[in-house]
């Protein structure tokens, strides 16, 4: 069993950072492909972001060159660290783990542990 607790939303200004964390427990946390994806009002949730237990990474085109995940396999964590945010960047932001950690998914239905979401909100 993974539980995965996000933290680090709020309410930022556009062209602001904020940095999301996602604590997890599993002793075999640093096998799992780490995710984060998010969901807009009125929108299907999308992949943001995905990291291999090797640390190897994903992005989606939209957060290219803006958001970078990192992993800290001792302390169980994985980050999103979020700049030049955007009002489109409004969402929750939720955390997933694929225990398959040899690849690296955009697929929702491929992680089988999600968290709770945290709250990005950026005003214009």
């Known amino acids: 069993q993974v539980q995965l607790v996000e933290s680090g939303g709020g309410l930022v200004q556009a062209g602001g950072s904020l940095r999301l964390s996602c604590a997890a427990s599993g002793r075999t946390f640093s096998r799992y492909t780490m995710g984060w994806f998010r969901q807009a009002p009125g929108k299907e949730r999308e992949f943001v972001a995905a990291?291999?237990?090797?640390?190897?990474?994903d992005y989606a085109d939209s957060v290219k060159g803006r958001f970078t995940i990192s992993r800290d396999n001792a302390n169980t964590t994985v980050y999103l660290q979020m700049n030049s945010l955007r009002p489109e960047d409004t969402a929750v932001y939720y955390c997933?783990?694929?225990?398959?950690?040899?690849?690296?998914?955009?697929?929702?239905?491929?992680?089988?542990?999600w968290g709770q979401g945290t709250q990005v909100t950026v005003s214009s």
């Open positions: 990291i291999k237990w090797s640390g190897g990474t």
């Open positions: 997933a783990a694929d225990l398959w950690g040899n690849r690296i998914s955009k697929r929702e239905y491929e992680y089988g542990y």
